[in-house]
């Protein structure tokens, strides 16, 4: 069992940055790969980041190549989005994820844990 919460969300202007933090509790989290998801108002949920147990896979929504950064640090349980170069289309409520396993995955229904979600809202 994983449970995960979320933290770092806020209101920026566009262009501006955010690090959003994400703590995991449980022995094996290490062992877990971590994705990250957003939904905005009125739309499905969608993928953004993931990353896999090892740190040396990563991938990224087409949205956001180039401006967001994942990261892990597993010996403090906590995986990481930095955002630059935020636009307003960014907003959205962002959750992290955790899935059993190595490989990268960015469909929602690979993963087993989510967290509540920490808003983002990026003003113009």
């Known amino acids: 069992q994983v449970q995960l919460v979320e933290s770092g969300g806020g209101l920026v202007q566009a262009g501006g940055s955010l690090r959003l933090s994400c703590a995991a509790s449980g022995r094996t989290y290490s062992t877990y790969a971590m994705g990250w998801f957003r939904q905005a108002p009125g739309k499905e949920r969608e993928f953004v980041a993931a990353i896999s147990r090892s740190d040396l896979n990563t991938y990224y929504a087409d949205s956001v190549k180039g401006r967001f950064t994942i990261s892990r640090d597993n010996a403090k349980n906590t995986v990481y989005l930095q955002m630059n170069s935020l636009k307003p289309e960014d907003t959205a409520v962002y959750h992290c994820?955790?899935?059993?396993?190595?490989?990268?995955?960015?469909?929602?229904?690979?993963?087993?844990?989510w967290g509540q979600g920490t808003q983002v809202t990026v003003s113009s």
């Open positions: 994820a955790a899935r059993p396993g190595s490989v990268v995955v960015t469909t929602q229904n690979a993963y087993d844990y």
